[in-house]
């Protein structure tokens, strides 16, 4: 059988699982360490898809380009690392929606911003390693989202061409980068969004509320 879509590539944070409350204590541990108040959880949540350097800036108001910014990511991210899959888990309805992929006979996978050495022990916590069919992390090339180059080299992983794959993400680098690459896109309006974004201005495919609708596109 022929489907117009043979693999779906996902973003991780925020659109396959939800890792808002591991990294957020994570931060809020590195503000104690410093002796600054912890940051509430959902202030934390819009900032986790755009990476540790960009939730250090925002919680200590420095510079991306200072030493400052540089030392506490690195501390931030060896915090992460020792708690990384406490309280994370794939969004309600996903698993059911990975399972339809798999028992179609296609393939899925993951293309991150987040460092292997981040991503990899966590797909093995939560026993997802033996099921994804590719994993790019943020570091696999020089290039990282929105460059469509680790799209593309995810679809050379499993054998799909870029115009029969379609990318998932939730934030507006991942369809810059989806589009560039060629794919289909959807922005996941359940994920780390912050109030003044609106995916609907993305210029997605399709904007989705809840993994379940996610079902559609297999069709």
Known sequence: MSFRFDSFLFDLDGT?????????????????????????????????????????????????????????????????????????????????????????????????????????????????????????????LAERKPHPAPLLYACKQINSSPNRAIYIGDDERDVQAGKRAGMATLAAAWGYIAEQDDPNLWNADGVIQQPQEIAAWLD
């Open 16 to 140: 396959l699982l939800d890792t808002h409350q591991d990294m957020g204590n994570a931060l809020n541990i590195i503000l104690n360490n410093h002796g600054k108040p912890p940051l509430p959880l959902q202030t934390i949540r819009p900032f986790v898809s755009k990476g540790g350097l960009v939730m250090i800036c925002s919680a200590f108001k420095c510079k991306p380009e200072s030493e400052q910014a540089a030392a506490l990511r690195h501390e931030l991210l060896d915090t992460y690392l020792q708690a990384i899959s406490r309280h994370t888990a794939l969004f309600p309805g996903m698993d059911s929606i990975l399972e339809k992929i798999e028992n179609s006979g296609r393939k899925w996978g993951i293309v991150t911003n987040k460092p292997g050495f981040l991503t990899e022990p966590l797909l093995r916590e939560l026993q997802l390693h033996k099921r994804v069919g590719c994993v790019v992390s943020g570091d696999t």
